[in-house]
């Protein structure tokens, strides 16, 4: 399989790459270069519009990726949105409940329009894509924006959330998985707590979907984001999923041509979703691309990806506890993970960490992995994170806890 990686047999400071950055974006397979490249070369044309052929085969290749993205996460096609990114689909969400709160959209939009004294409520290990459009949309609609705390062990304390989550809340936005503690949240526990409390679930997927099998229906969320480039897709594509009557009442964010239905100099009617979602021309390359990815991952199946890297997970971890002076973040017993370990180096700073395992052809990342506050709540500014993809091999856990071991030595910080 790591040869339909071609990237993965550079070398890199005179070493074989052992590329631990995939949380950050993972790498892609010559099957979604060449599908895009295709794409390109063969069937390129303007989709939803032309009356020509190429048009046509251009929109169907266009929606069969919707289709076979959509079912990637056990959803119908209508169910997704694309999206640029994880960003772009939180930040749309958001933009839209704020819109509802203007009394904007269709009668139906009306949920979603939040009244003084409504609570949004996130959690402390939200990366910034999920925390920075609820701190806007609380400071522009007069919510309170709460949080769910983490516990010492990266755990979510859902006896806090049992608490939080009341009659006021309305939005309960949460990432699956985080990008810094690598624990699977429990997401059916706060679905369930929402819907008691009738909020708006949100699920960030971003790092859950590369990994573990994904039935966003199943799970009961109402929305969910992942990103393309994370799941060995292209840049500058992902996905929003919303269940379909959520999505159907849900106003637009974004407005302009492709998601209209009829058009006056002083009024607009808008298309149903996932249209209604996607003004302007869509990522159509990448989205084509992105299928192709997802498809390689049911290939290799994910339940053997999930397997293979929790082992990675616990190798790396075993290897890691043994270094003096190194304190991994969300070290929970027994929890369920993705191949993913944030940890702090005593007396090294992480980007002098991260330089020293650069020299040594590997690679990952390091600073506060845009989730500053969760970082303040363990005492560090940043940290190193490795983070595995099904492409590693026990062969880069071991270079990299080996890499690991050398640093605090290197920097004369201790043995
Ligand atoms: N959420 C999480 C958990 C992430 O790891 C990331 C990417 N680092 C994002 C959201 C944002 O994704 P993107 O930058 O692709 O929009």
């Given at each position: 399989m790591r040869e339909d990686f071609p990237i993965l047999g550079k070398s890199v400071n005179g070493h074989p790459l052992v590329y631990l950055d995939s949380a950050a974006t993972s790498q892609k397979p010559r099957q979604v270069l060449d599908a895009e490249r295709d794409f390109l070369t063969r069937s390129n044309a303007a989709v939803h519009r032309g009356a020509h052929t190429l048009a046509a085969e251009a929109t169907d290749?266009?929606?069969?990726?919707?289709?076979?993205?959509?079912?990637?996460?056990?959803?119908?096609?209508?169910?997704?949105?694309?999206?640029?990114?994880?960003?772009?689909?939180?930040?749309?969400?958001?933009?839209?409940?704020?819109?509802?709160?203007?009394?904007?959209?269709?009668?139906?939009?009306?949920?979603?329009?939040?009244?003084?004294?409504?609570?949004?409520?996130?959690?402390?290990?939200?990366?910034?894509?999920?925390?920075?459009?609820?701190?806007?949309?609380?400071?522009?609609?007069?919510?309170?924006?709460?949080?769910?705390?983490?516990?010492?062990?990266?755990?979510?304390?859902?006896?806090?959330?049992?608490?939080?989550?009341?009659?006021?809340?309305?939005?309960?936005?949460?990432?699956?998985?985080?990008?810094?503690?690598?624990?699977?949240?429990?997401?059916?526990?706060?679905?369930?707590?929402?819907?008691?409390?009738?909020?708006?679930?949100?699920?960030?997927?971003?790092?859950?979907?590369?990994?573990?099998?994904?039935?966003?229906?199943?799970?009961?969320?109402?929305?969910?984001?992942?990103?393309?480039h994370k799941m060995l897709g292209p840049y500058g594509v992902g996905g929003l999923y919303g269940r379909a009557d959520v999505l159907e009442a849900l106003p637009p964010f974004l407005t302009g041509g492709s998601m209209i239905t009829t058009v006056t100099l002083d009024s607009a009617e808008y298309l149903p979703a996932p249209q209604r979602f996607e003004a302007g021309t869509q990522p159509v390359g990448p989205a084509i691309?992105?299928?192709?990815?997802?498809?390689?991952?049911?290939?290799?199946?994910?339940?053997?990806?999930?397997?293979?890297?929790?082992?990675?997970?616990?190798?790396?971890?075993?290897?890691?506890?043994?270094?003096?002076?190194?304190?991994?973040?969300?070290?929970?017993?027994?929890?369920?993970?993705?191949g993913l370990w944030a940890f702090d180096v005593e007396g090294v700073h992480a980007h002098d960490a991260g330089q020293y395992l650069d020299s040594l052809g590997i690679a990952v990342r390091v600073g506060?992995?845009?989730?500053?506050?969760?970082?303040?709540?363990?005492g560090v500014t940043a940290s190193v994170r490795a983070s595995a993809a099904l492409y590693n091999t026990d062969d880069d856990v071991d270079r990299f806890v080996e890499g690991v071991r050398g640093i605090r030595p290197y920097f004369g910080a201790g043995a």
């Open positions: 290749l266009f929606e069969d990726a919707r289709t076979t993205v959509a079912g990637f996460v056990g959803a119908a096609p209508e169910q997704l949105v694309w999206t640029s990114g994880a960003t772009a689909g939180l930040n749309l969400v958001a933009y839209a409940i704020g819109n509802a709160t203007l009394g904007r959209g269709a009668p139906a939009s009306a949920r979603f329009a939040l009244r003084p004294g409504d609570e949004l409520v996130v959690t402390e290990a939200e990366h910034h894509a999920n925390l920075i459009p609820w701190q806007e949309l609380a400071t522009r609609t007069g919510a309170a924006l709460r949080h769910i705390p983490v516990r010492d062990d990266g755990t979510l304390d859902l006896d806090a959330a049992a608490s939080l989550i009341g009659d006021r809340t309305r939005v309960v936005a949460f990432t699956h998985v985080s990008n810094v503690l690598g624990i699977v949240n429990p997401v059916a526990e706060l679905v369930a707590l929402a819907r008691d409390a009738g909020a708006l679930t949100v699920l960030d997927a971003c790092q859950s979907a590369p990994h573990l099998p994904l039935d966003l229906p199943a799970l009961g969320i109402d929305l969910a984001v992942f990103s393309g691309g992105l299928a192709v990815a997802v498809r390689y991952l049911e290939g290799v199946g994910l339940p053997a990806i999930h397997a293979h890297e929790q082992r990675l997970a616990a190798r790396m971890g075993e290897g890691l506890r043994e270094i003096p002076g190194i304190r991994l973040l969300g070290d929970a017993a027994g929890a369920e993970r993705v506060h992995h845009c989730a500053a506050p969760l970082h303040r709540r363990f």
